[in-house]
């Protein structure tokens, strides 16, 4: 029985290695009544163990990549916007179109969805489409838009875990990626952890909107009346900015909505943004000290 409960032990401690040493020692009898336990709780507590088994092995991962830090005593941002900067160059680097790039830009973030929000994160903003990327090549433009629309099918296909919400401008983005965006934004309306694309998105429009919409309805025009007149509503403002590629600029994102945020640059373009790399950006986040006004 006390083998039982330190065995036990060994699993809650992610110690699975000395378990299974242990699980070849004891006999055949207590053998079988482990596995039927075993399924028993497999069956029962799944969301659990793959938790429990995801830690485990994004530990070993770090350990290899030399990273010695414990990733449950990190604190992850409720709200995390990312300027994903540097896919052309990252392309140019390897030789190749510009939209090389943007695809393995875009294959970036389920890893970051999964990571961030099976760690407490509830908010992620991506700046997907700048109202200044319109300057661009019409070609890179639909390629942009075309590897959002297929990416976004596949991932919404079956599973509709993330809210998602866009903020920025629809009406110029191709009708069917438009149609896309829309009904996801209606399935997930009820999820609760938030996917946020920034769409044809500029801060300083956004700004102006809120003044028009200020002076049409005649509202006070207080700091409350003004974030209620954004593109989005209720959702809380970022924590943490991380922009990729080494440039250490806003470039026109939420100009409202950073004003407490922290800032993160990195010069890792941002295909090759993995989840080493976000971890070392909350490791930083948590090294800082918010005091919003506050004295130190
Ligand atoms: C910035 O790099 C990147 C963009 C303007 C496009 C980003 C879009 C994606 C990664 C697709 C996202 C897909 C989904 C599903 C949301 P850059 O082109 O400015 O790079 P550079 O500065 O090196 O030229």
């Given at each position: 029985m006390l083998e039982l409960l330190y065995m036990f032990l060994l699993i809650i401690k992610q110690k699975f290695v000395l378990f299974i040493i242990l699980l070849f020692r004891i006999n055949i009898m207590i053998k079988l009544y482990i596995i039927i336990l075993t399924l028993i709780a497999i069956y029962f507590y799944q969301n659990e163990i793959i938790k429990c088994l995801d830690t485990f092995v994004k530990k070993s991962y770090l350990r290899l990549k030399g990273i010695n830090i414990d990733t449950e005593k990190l604190l992850y941002p409720k709200h995390i916007a990312f300027i994903m900067d540097g896919n052309g160059r990252w392309a140019k680097k390897q030789k190749k179109e510009r939209t090389f790039g943007h695809i393995n830009g875009a294959n970036n973030l389920e890893d970051i969805f999964y990571n961030c929000f099976s760690n407490g994160t509830q908010y992620l903003t991506f700046?997907?489409?700048?109202?200044?990327?319109?300057?661009?090549s019409k070609e890179e433009i639909d390629n942009i838009f075309e590897i959002i629309y297929k990416k976004l099918s596949l991932y919404f296909k079956d599973q509709m875990k993330y809210r998602l919400v866009v903020q920025g401008?629809?009406?110029?983005?191709?009708k069917k990626l438009k149609k896309l965006l829309t009904s996801i934004e209606n399935k997930t309306a009820s999820c609760e952890k938030t996917v946020i694309l920034c769409l044809d998105y500029s801060g300083r429009r956004e700004i102006v909107n809120a003044c028009k919409n200020i002076i049409d309805n005649k509202l006070e025009p207080t700091v409350e009346n003004f974030a209620n007149s954004l593109?989005?509503?209720?959702i809380p403002d970022p924590d943490l900015i991380i922009r990729t590629s080494g440039e250490k600029r806003?470039?026109?994102?939420l100009l409202w909505q950073l004003s407490y945020a922290e800032l993160y640059f990195t010069d890792v373009y941002w295909p090759d943004f993995n989840l080493v790399e976000l971890e070392k950006a909350v490791r930083d986040y948590n090294s800082r000290q918010r005091r919003y006004g506050v004295a130190a």
């Amino acid at each position: 029985m006390l083998e039982l409960l330190y065995m036990f032990l060994l699993i809650i401690k992610q110690k699975f290695v000395l378990f299974i040493i242990l699980l070849f020692r004891i006999n055949i009898m207590i053998k079988l009544y482990i596995i039927i336990l075993t399924l028993i709780a497999i069956y029962f507590y799944q969301n659990e163990i793959i938790k429990c088994l995801d830690t485990f092995v994004k530990k070993s991962y770090l350990r290899l990549k030399g990273i010695n830090i414990d990733t449950e005593k990190l604190l992850y941002p409720k709200h995390i916007a990312f300027i994903m900067d540097g896919n052309g160059r990252w392309a140019k680097k390897q030789k190749k179109e510009r939209t090389f790039g943007h695809i393995n830009g875009a294959n970036n973030l389920e890893d970051i969805f999964y990571n961030c929000f099976s760690n407490g994160t509830q908010y992620l903003t991506f700046y997907v489409f700048a109202e200044q990327n319109w300057k661009r090549s019409k070609e890179e433009i639909d390629n942009i838009f075309e590897i959002i629309y297929k990416k976004l099918s596949l991932y919404f296909k079956d599973q509709m875990k993330y809210r998602l919400v866009v903020q920025g401008r629809l009406d110029r983005v191709p009708k069917k990626l438009k149609k896309l965006l829309t009904s996801i934004e209606n399935k997930t309306a009820s999820c609760e952890k938030t996917v946020i694309l920034c769409l044809d998105y500029s801060g300083r429009r956004e700004i102006v909107n809120a003044c028009k919409n200020i002076i049409d309805n005649k509202l006070e025009p207080t700091v409350e009346n003004f974030a209620n007149s954004l593109y989005v509503k209720g959702i809380p403002d970022p924590d943490l900015i991380i922009r990729t590629s080494g440039e250490k600029r806003i470039s026109d994102f939420l100009l409202w909505q950073l004003s407490y945020a922290e800032l993160y640059f990195t010069d890792v373009y941002w295909p090759d943004f993995n989840l080493v790399e976000l971890e070392k950006a909350v490791r930083d986040y948590n090294s800082r000290q918010r005091r919003y006004g506050v004295a130190a």
